[in-house]
Structures are given as structure tokens and as C-alpha cells.
């Protein structure tokens, strides 16, 4: 077997699911698992949000080491499981190393979803979570419409490569102005109601729980590094509604 051959492919399979929003032990535990189909007498693996390094030694080789920087990060957890479903098969001798690896590319090209259907995730979204806030159907409306607004602009934001903090911060603004300026327009509205369900796609959700989850597993420093990640995410979310409101309300 070439161990380097092997030690590229777990860290490849590593690298797509750190980026793909998976926990930093979730990633540790799958590349061991592919490193251990062959009887290394040393494996070791330390995994944190930004960075990977796998280490593999055996008195028949030379002691491999290999690094890998993660420089962004997303959700897509379809990765995350078909990474995870051909780790398995590929430890339970279903599928060859080549084949795996040729799999595994096949994984990283996968497309994300059409910006159509992302926008309109966005905007049912902002609207249905107005409504468990409280809000009536006017709020859905007015909810909706700064949704659709928000995924669009969260595109361009992408394509723009634009700072997540960044981002972040012009689309809470975006939001706090614009359920102002609607609920001025339209009468019988709530826009506390239609801030808070509109921010709710930008919310950090999967950040804070894989933040818990990495701690609860003993893996504090890339708990910690999710937590003030999330922190600091909702911060800029926090202060673009708060600018949006001192620039509507100065008073």
C-alpha cells in the first residue's frame, strides 16, 4: 500500500468536511478511521477549525507528516455525509483507495444549491420564523419580501468575497432598515417581530453547536474557536440592526 497515497486521501476527505461545517472531532475521528485500515505502529491527528496535521509512522517508513490550512468554511452537510458514508466503506474494504480517491473528487465538485432556491429558502424562512415570534400575516409578508432582498444580496456578497463580519453586519443593517422603512409604509405591522425573524437565516446556528459539541467531546480549543466565532458573528449582526435603528431613530 502507498501510505502517502493513503495519508492524501484522508486529508483530503479531512479538509472537505472541515469546510463543509463539520465538527472538529467528527473530522478527527474519520481520518484515524482511514488511517488505521493499515496497521501504523504511530497515528496521530490534531484537527482545529483553521488547520489540519496528520502524522503517520511504522518501522517499514519513513514518519510522514502532513499539513493542511483551512482558509474558509461554509455548511454543506451533504459533504459532510458523503464524506462520512465513503470513509466507511472504503474502512469496511467496500471500495478500492483509487476508487475512493476518484469518489472523493467527485465529492468536492458537487454544486451547492441554484441561488433561486437558496433565495427563496432565505426569505420563507425570515417569514416563518416571524410568525412563531408572534407576528401576523401582514409581518409574513413584510418578512418574506426583506428574505428574498437578504438572499440576494448574501449572493453578491459571496461572489464579492466580502468578510463574513462584514457581510454579516450590511445585512443586519439591511434588515433593521428596511422592516423600519416597511412598517412606516404599511400599518398594522410589528417590525420587532420582522427584525427577528428576518435575521434568523444569518443566525449562526450550526457555529454554536458544533462549538458545544467540540467541548463536550474535549476538544476546547476548537470549541473555543467556534464559540468566539459565533460570538462575534452575532455581534455584527447585532450592531448592523442597531446602526439601522440609531440612523431611523436617532431619538
Same mark, same amino acid.
Given at each position: 500500500?502507498?501510505?502517502?497515497?493513503?495519508?492524501?486521501?484522508?486529508?483530503?476527505?479531512?479538509?472537505?468536511?472541515?469546510?463543509?461545517?463539520?465538527?472538529?472531532?467528527? =473530522?478527527?475521528?474519520? /481520518?484515524?478511521? @482511514?488511517?488505521?485500515?493499515?496497521?501504523?505502529?504511530?497515528?496521530?491527528?490534531?484537527?482545529?477549525?483553521? +488547520? @489540519?496535521?496528520?502524522?503517520?509512522?511504522?518501522?517499514?517508513? &519513513?514518519?510522514?507528516?502532513?499539513? *493542511?490550512?483551512? $482558509?474558509?468554511?461554509? /455548511?454543506?452537510?451533504?459533504?459532510?455525509?458523503?464524506?462520512?458514508?465513503?470513509?466507511?466503506?472504503? =474502512?469496511?474494504?467496500?471500495?478500492?483507495?483509487?476508487?475512493?480517491?476518484? &469518489?472523493?473528487? *467527485?465529492?468536492?465538485?458537487?454544486?451547492?444549491?441554484?441561488?433561486?432556491?437558496?433565495?427563496?429558502?432565505? +426569505?420563507?424562512?425570515?417569514?416563518?420564523?416571524?410568525?412563531?415570534?408572534? +407576528?401576523?400575516?401582514?409581518?409574513?409578508?413584510?418578512?418574506?419580501? /426583506? +428574505?428574498?432582498?437578504?438572499?440576494?444580496?448574501?449572493?453578491?456578497?459571496? $461572489?464579492?468575497?466580502?468578510?463574513?463580519?462584514?457581510?454579516?453586519?450590511?445585512?443586519?443593517?439591511?434588515?433593521?432598515?428596511?422592516?423600519?422603512?416597511?412598517?412606516?409604509?404599511?400599518?398594522?405591522?410589528?417590525?420587532?417581530?420582522?427584525? @427577528?425573524?428576518?435575521?434568523?437565516?444569518?443566525?449562526?446556528?450550526?457555529?454554536?453547536?458544533?462549538?458545544?459539541?467540540?467541548? /463536550? &467531546?474535549?476538544?476546547?480549543?476548537?470549541?473555543?474557536?467556534?464559540?468566539? &466565532?459565533?460570538?462575534?458573528?452575532?455581534?455584527?449582526?447585532?450592531?448592523?440592526?442597531?446602526?439601522?435603528?440609531?440612523?431611523?431613530?436617532?431619538?
Amino acid at each position: 500500500m502507498d501510505h502517502k497515497l493513503l495519508l492524501n486521501f484522508a486529508m483530503q476527505a479531512g479538509e472537505i468536511m472541515l469546510r463543509s461545517g463539520a465538527e472538529t472531532y467528527r =473530522v478527527e475521528d474519520t /481520518i484515524m478511521r @482511514i488511517l488505521s485500515v493499515y496497521d501504523f505502529e504511530s497515528i496521530e491527528v490534531f484537527v482545529t477549525p483553521t +488547520g @489540519i496535521i496528520a502524522t503517520i509512522d511504522d518501522k517499514n517508513i &519513513e514518519m510522514t507528516t502532513k499539513l *493542511k490550512r483551512i $482558509n474558509s468554511r461554509t /455548511i454543506r452537510l451533504d459533504k459532510v455525509a458523503l464524506v462520512n458514508d465513503l470513509s466507511r466503506k472504503y =474502512v469496511l474494504g467496500k471500495i478500492s483507495l483509487q476508487d475512493a480517491i476518484e &469518489e472523493l473528487k *467527485k465529492i468536492d465538485k458537487i454544486s451547492p444549491y441554484q441561488p433561486l432556491i437558496l433565495i427563496s429558502v432565505t +426569505g420563507l424562512t425570515s417569514a416563518f420564523f416571524t410568525i412563531v415570534f408572534g +407576528g401576523n400575516y401582514k409581518d409574513f409578508l413584510i418578512s418574506l419580501s /426583506i +428574505g428574498i432582498i437578504l438572499g440576494i444580496i448574501q449572493r453578491l456578497f459571496i $461572489n464579492l468575497q466580502l468578510s463574513r463580519f462584514l457581510a454579516d453586519m450590511l445585512g443586519g443593517f439591511l434588515v433593521g432598515f428596511l422592516a423600519l422603512l416597511l412598517t412606516s409604509i404599511i400599518p398594522s405591522t410589528n417590525f420587532d417581530n420582522i427584525i @427577528i425573524g428576518s435575521i434568523m437565516p444569518m443566525v449562526p446556528g450550526v457555529a454554536i453547536t458544533n462549538a458545544i459539541r467540540d467541548t /463536550i &467531546e474535549g476538544n476546547l480549543l476548537s470549541g473555543i474557536s467556534r464559540g468566539v &466565532e459565533a460570538f462575534f458573528v452575532a455581534i455584527s449582526i447585532a450592531t448592523g440592526v442597531a446602526i439601522a435603528l440609531k440612523v431611523w431613530l436617532p431619538f
